[in-house]
């Protein structure tokens, strides 16, 4: 019974394991190629999903719980910077 307890603990903290292992974050600053100006309102999307976040007011954006899946980020939209 103690070693049927115990395979099944380690069954579930692996089974956790594997599961945050495929799960990410992406970060990144969006800026002007022009200027180096750090873009305002710029939207990010993950291509083939509907995950996106828009640029903070230093260019900043975060997406979290990104799949594993997930390869290519699109910039959408450039709008004007300040």
Known sequence: MERKLVLLLTY??????LLTAQISRVTGIVK???DGEPIIGATILVEGTSMG?????DGKFEITNLPSSAKTMVKTTTPRHA
Not at 12 to 17: A, H, T, Y
Not at 53 to 57: A, G, I, P, S
């Open 12 to 17: 579930l903290l692996v089974s956790i394991g």
């Open 32 to 34: 002007s190629a022009d």
């Open 53 to 57: 976040t828009v640029t903070d007011m």
